[in-house]
């Protein structure tokens, strides 16, 4: 009987992993893909718009290179960053970490950076994957609101003046869940409070070359480039089932995140590096791209004209430039039983609680990503989405 | 002022991460790839042995499957998983996660069940990478001894006895560094340890698959199913730059592997999971297998003979019957010069010390890798060997 006790407590998983708050879209995986069933829930492209064409063309190639299939570099395929550095006009005291999808990227950012306790800001609401990385390295995590612009700036800055905050995480394009992309003036303010009060932004940026319609601001990181990390990721641009994405900033703190990258996997694997390369050096990407993001502007355009024509009185939403997702903040009712009730009749959407951290209080809205479902399935999503939300 | 100070104290990086141990063969690897540097340093497979031909025709078929290239499970891919779990007839109450190579699992592993200060178990000397994780999640690390036939189990059992061992790392197939092979009785007698103490046995196998001499003896975590996790790697027996590999245990434990994987990078690439499951379950797998292990059989055996003839009274091995590495122990000199000589002759070799934790006191050995080089160039690397041991 002892043995058996001393047998359970040893075998208990970290107290830290215990307490990892859940992928709501992993936990409806199996309801949400069921038969029948559609889908405004997850953040996937649309298959249909992957360059398969190319990649058939690229994959041929790599089986005559053998060294793609030998030990790499743990930064990453040489001949990738160098182009990536030159089309991003990197500086030349930063450098760049290839990684698995930028959530590796996250990941290995807060492994490296924090210790348990240390303090990490984040709008609210905020990315999901963001809130598990920090939670796993025990991070204290902050809030501030969120406007149409941007983060609460007055709110920001009396956090950084009153709280020693190492990171401030931020998806200022396009964000994930509400679709917000920040004005210049908020761009602008975020890099300097994170000089002025030496914060390390973390700009993740896996939507910011979906932009459909108004002018490329800059990003933030670019005007703090000694003070911020940059993630950036293929999954949106080329096709997600690749995980590749990269991290880029000073040096000393890339050459600290390989430290762990080693630790972790030793290096993202070659072939698909090469394979990502040689997609996005050739002359029509730019044109898959093109292609890609009017598509998702008809998409977006689709859904928001049945949003407004079958359940205006239900909810609002603002409009979006880019991105994937768009945030319908409801009039009345709960969005987890709503979005209960939308899998039972068989569409599947986001509450608003995952993207807040611990006891946030959450304002009742859904998440709807419109890059995924067919425009032929739009009409019946729509309808399913009003049932369920009259049923409260 | 001030605001400098404040600023530096917040960039520093983690605690576990500063402390943690470097990999000799990457910080040595400018010198060791210079033109004209021989290599008996590495881990790596010989590149001439790569499946290449079956996989380009495996790569001409992926880009007809634009759902290899949609986000995919995190578990992995579901066809791979159940190759795999045939193969090795895994009981029905455990399962599989597909990882970026073995690396990534002992990694995660490390994550998921390791709180600050837990007590993992190794062989001294020990794999640096699984030093690596362990280190980075603050394990206080025990070692015993091991002997020509595996750990010493008496020494391990007064230390499960005594201390509340958390997890045993073992490496029971040609282990790296030494080559050693635990014998049948080894075996069990650690298998009853684990199951009496409640020890988590984690039996690393990357070079299970690499016997070229004598008979296949039980993996240990098949004599305790239920108190092991076993991870796999197919680095050495496809090509490491894949970074593909697995582990398996009891579902719950491989569930919470899961949540943590997920929060790590969402799931491994699917392309190459689909590439790996495509070469390994055609019938010309084994034939590539049997012809590798004997082209690793006869760079053993040249090797072995050359050390014999040119260097007898300098050191001596003990013969091992699969894997890629010896263990050869000086007669006199300090490995960590002896390796530095050695790097200036153009020869790359990797010291003793490197494999020991901490303040461990490491014999004087050198690690040599029989896989890489090419057998034309051994007789030029012992003569280079020799001149380095001879300085001291």
Redesign the interface.
């Known amino acids: 009987m002892m043995?058996?006790q001393?047998?359970?407590?040893?075998?208990?998983?970290?107290?830290n992993?215990q307490n990892?708050p859940?992928?709501y879209i992993?936990e409806i995986?199996k309801a949400a893909t069921a038969p029948g069933c559609l889908s405004l829930a997850?953040g996937?492209?649309a298959?249909?718009h992957?360059p398969?064409?190319r990649?058939?063309k690229i994959?041929?190639d790599?089986?005559?290179k053998?060294?793609?299939?030998?030990?790499?570099?743990?930064r990453g395929y040489p001949a990738l960053i160098d182009f990536l550095e030159n089309a991003r006009s990197t500086p030349k005291d930063h450098s760049t970490l290839i990684?698995?999808?930028s959530?590796?990227a996250l990941?290995l950012i807060a492994?490296?950076?924090?210790?348990g306790g240390d303090i990490v800001a984040l709008e609210a609401p905020s990315y999901l994957?963001a809130l598990?990385?920090f939670s796993?390295?025990q991070a204290s995590i902050s809030c501030v609101n969120q406007t149409p612009t941007g983060p609460d700036c007055d709110q920001l800055e009396s956090l950084f003046a009153t709280q020693?905050?190492?990171i401030f995480y931020a998806v200022p394009d396009f964000h994930n869940p509400t679709g917000v992309c920040w004005n210049l003036d908020t761009r602008q303010k975020v890099a300097q409070l994170c000089q002025?009060?030496?914060?390390?932004l973390i700009e993740d940026m896996p939507y910011r070359e979906l932009r459909f319609s108004g002018q490329t601001l800059p990003s933030v990181s670019s005007l703090c480039p000694d003070h911020s990390l940059s993630t950036a990721s293929f999954?949106k641009v080329a096709?997600?089932?690749?995980?590749?994405g990269y991290v880029q900033g000073k040096s000393e703190?890339i050459n600290?995140l390989i430290?762990?990258k080693?630790?972790?996997?030793?290096?993202?694997?070659?072939?698909?590096q090469y394979g990502i390369l040689a997609l996005i050096e050739h002359p029509d990407f730019a044109t898959h791209l093109t292609r890609a993001r009017s598509a998702y502007q008809a998409k977006y355009q689709h859904l928001t004209a049945l949003l407004d024509r079958e359940i205006p009185e239900l909810g609002q939403y603002t409009q979006v430039d880019g991105g994937m997702f768009l945030w319908f903040e409801l009039q009345h009712g709960d969005d987890t039983s709503i979005a209960q009730h939308a899998l039972d009749n068989g569409i599947a959407v986001v509450p608003s609680h995952v993207f807040y951290p611990g006891e946030f209080s959450a304002p009742a809205a859904l998440r709807l990503n419109f890059s995924h479902c067919a425009i032929t399935d739009m009409p019946e999503a729509v309808t399913r989405l009003r049932k369920a939300i009259t049923q409260g």
């Not at 096709?239 to 590749?244: K, N, Q, S, V």
Request: proline fraction near 6%.
């Open positions: 043995a058996l001393f047998q359970e407590a040893h075998m208990k998983i970290a107290k992993v990892l859940q992928s992993r995986l997850g996937l492209p298959q249909e992957f398969m064409e990649l058939t994959f041929s790599i089986p005559d053998p060294e793609l299939f030998q030990y790499g570099e743990t990684t698995n999808g959530q590796q990941d492994r490296t950076f924090i210790d994957g598990q990385v796993l390295c020693k905050v190492k002025h009060y030496g914060v390390l999954s096709a997600p089932g690749m995980r590749l703190w600290a430290r762990v080693q630790a972790s996997d030793l290096h993202t694997n070659l072939p698909l």
